[in-house]
């Protein structure tokens, strides 16, 4: 069974997620995005579009402010992740991919996003557990979410 410890909602084997889908797991902590972390990206990936680099220019663009990349609000989901969720006397915990992922509404720079999380789905697979974790990438005080994804991590045994 989980129980809440703090913000994280943890579970005491990768079995007890089988019994626990549809189940609210909590969120994060927020977490500013300023320049230098979008800045770090662009040199990290190689993207320097200027919506997303050059304040001057995109302070005149159609969002007023630099932007952080897409990629960048998806890559926060597996920060954000360990926060929110935790599964115990596991051997390994893997990042298997995501099913799907779309990014309703761009994250500027200076805002400040979480992760909040239910669980959707859990199956049996050899060794352990597959569980799939609906993430959504929250922005403070805005109605759409930065981005939703549907991440799916093993959990073995």
């Avoid at 630099?66 to 992740?81: C, E, Q, R, S, V």
């Avoid at 390994?92 to 999380?117: E, I």
Wanted: proline share 4%; net charge negative.
């Amino acid at each position: 069974m989980a129980n809440v410890k703090r913000m994280t909602t943890v579970f005491d084997s990768p079995d007890a997620l089988l019994t626990a889908v549809g189940q609210d797991l909590g969120h994060s902590e927020w977490v500013a995005i300023d320049q230098q972390r979008i800045d770090g990206f662009a040199d990290s990936t190689g993207d320097h579009q200027w919506i997303h680099v050059d304040p001057v220019r995109a302070a005149d663009g159609p969002f007023g402010a630099t932007i952080a990349h897409g990629y960048l609000t998806l890559a926060l989901t597996n920060y954000f992740l360990p926060e929110i969720v935790q599964v115990d006397n596991v051997s390994m915990g893997v990042n298997y991919g995501v099913n799907k992922a779309r990014f309703p509404q761009p994250v500027t720079v200076g805002s400040r996003v979480r992760g909040s999380a239910v669980l959707t789905s859990a199956e049996e697979i050899s060794g352990g557990v597959q569980a799939v974790i609906t993430i959504t990438v929250e922005i403070e005080g805005a109605q759409k979410p930065a981005c939703v994804v549907e991440s799916v991590s093993r959990f073995l045994r």
